[in-house]
């Protein structure tokens, strides 16, 4: 059975952190996407990789960056986390073409106290 | 600039009875559409597709219909059961291999 596999299902972190989430895919898909989840404004794409070591911003980067070394692994990093990133963070992969659409993880609930 | 949207952000059915999501999209050069559903603590699952040179795809006991001139696009669940109860979200694709971009989802509720 594929798998999206996120590290941790809950994480509490305390302001000004330094968070990891972390993200793997067994399908060697090109394609890793993160979005974050929040009630009523849905799922949001934060980065996304269509290759190693690339990188692209999503509709909200602020806050975050992201690492891609191995096509199978992309992480997620809160560089000092803030309440306002307490949320639902969900990672995806699809094939190069993203034509049979993404494949999810379980999500990593964080929250920053 | 362009999202998908959903028109209603509740829906409760009768089990047995049919179910029908709506969603709207305002890309109109988006060319491929998913249906995701979302269990509570879990991470969207794929249900179906629908390529835009398609006005209607089914699958078991889900169909996805597609009416690109008023930029409409449908998720109908016949027989709803209580474990169709999750937040249904539609996606779209725009040429290129862009990004997905989301809805806001619809729960549905399927009352026994």
């Known amino acids: 059975d594929v798998k999206v596999t996120q590290s941790s299902r809950y994480l509490v972190k305390r302001t000004g952190e330094k968070v990891f989430l972390e993200c793997v895919q067994d399908?060697?898909?090109?394609?890793m996407f993160w979005y974050r989840q929040d009630p009523g404004l849905g799922l949001r794409l934060i980065y996304f990789?269509?290759?190693?070591?690339?990188?692209e911003k999503g509709d909200i980067p602020e806050g975050y960056s992201v690492s891609r070394e191995k096509k199978e692994r992309f992480s997620l990093i809160l560089e000092s986390a803030s309440t306002n990133q307490t949320s639902m963070y969900l990672c995806?992969?699809?094939?190069?073409?993203?034509?049979?659409?993404?494949?999810f993880g379980s999500g990593t609930r964080l929250t920053v106290v | 600039g362009e999202s998908v949207g959903l028109h209603l952000p509740t829906l409760s059915v009768q089990e047995g009875d049919n179910s029908i999501i709506n969603c709207a999209y305002s890309?109109?050069?988006?060319?491929?559409f998913i249906w995701y559903k979302q269990e509570s603590g879990k991470g969207p699952q794929f249900i179906i597709d629908?390529?835009?040179?398609?006005d209607k795809r089914q699958g078991q006991r889900v169909t996805v219909l597609l009416n690109k001139t008023v930029k409409h696009l449908s998720l109908q669940i016949a027989a709803t059961q209580p474990g169709d109860s999750a937040v249904y979200f539609c996606a779209e694709i725009s040429p290129g291999n862009t990004p997905l971009v989301f809805g806001k989802g619809t729960r549905l509720s399927v009352i026994a």
């Open positions: 890309n109109s050069a988006s060319d491929y």
């Open positions: 399908m060697d898909h090109e394609n």
């Open positions: 995806a992969s699809s094939d190069g073409q993203g034509i049979t659409g993404y494949t």
């Open positions: 990789s269509y290759d190693v070591k690339m990188k």
């Open positions: 629908i390529r835009s040179n398609m």
